[in-house]
């Protein structure tokens, strides 16, 4: 008897170019606190760092996107404006999503909004606390990682990095419960 062999031609059904979305190294803390997608997932290929990759290999739904205006708005924002916004926005994220252990990373951005001395003189005038109501949406739709990086791109650069070290930190704690999913090796 000839075994019938799953022809490699014509029976498959549109699958998609054999894809397995398992967790990289840059997917610890998925879904809110990972590194960045990977890219060769988000094009639809495979990639060849597999496991070890450092970006995220899980999948994200798109998130919300800021258009230039209101990166622009960001932008211009004083830091005196947008950190505070930024701990509200976040201190309701991490509720939401009962992401324990975020105390360190306000504490950074708290300290970081005092420091500033002379908050009002930086803001040009006509320029109130509050974004516009679309702009306060695609933030309070935005994932916390992307919310605390806006944050971090205006703080002094030691802070950037205190930043990004309790982010890590954070990731561990919470990836915990996601490491039966790693290669333990
Ligand atoms: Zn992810
Ligand atoms: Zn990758």
Redesign the pocket.
């Known amino acids: 008897m000839v075994p019938t062999l799953p022809s490699s031609q014509g029976e498959a059904p549109e699958a998609p170019p054999d894809l397995h979305p398992v967790p990289s190294a840059?997917?610890f803390?998925?879904?809110e606190l990972?590194?960045r997608?990977c890219l060769h997932f988000l094009v639809g290929r495979n990639c060849l760092a597999g496991d070890a990759c450092n970006y995220?290999?899980?999948?994200?739904s798109p998130g919300p996107k800021l258009d230039k205006r209101q990166r622009r708005i960001i932008e211009e924002m004083p830091k005196a404006h947008f950190l505070p916004l930024a701990l509200e926005l976040l201190a309701d994220k991490a509720r939401a999503m009962e992401l324990q252990g975020t105390e360190a990373l306000m504490g950074i951005l708290e300290n970081e909004v005092q420091s500033e001395d002379a908050p009002a003189a930086a803001a040009p005038a006509g320029v109130s606390g509050r974004p516009p109501l679309g702009l306060m949406r695609c933030l309070r739709a935005m994932g916390f990682r992307n919310l605390t990086n806006m944050a971090a791109r205006k703080c002094a650069e030691g802070t950037k990095i205190r930043i990004r070290e309790t982010v890590q930190a954070l990731r561990a704690n919470v990836s915990q419960g996601q490491a039966g999913a790693r290669v333990t090796s």
């Not at 995220?56 to 994200?60: I, N, R, S, T």
């Open positions: 840059g997917s803390g998925h879904p990972c590194q997608p995220c290999h899980l999948p994200h």
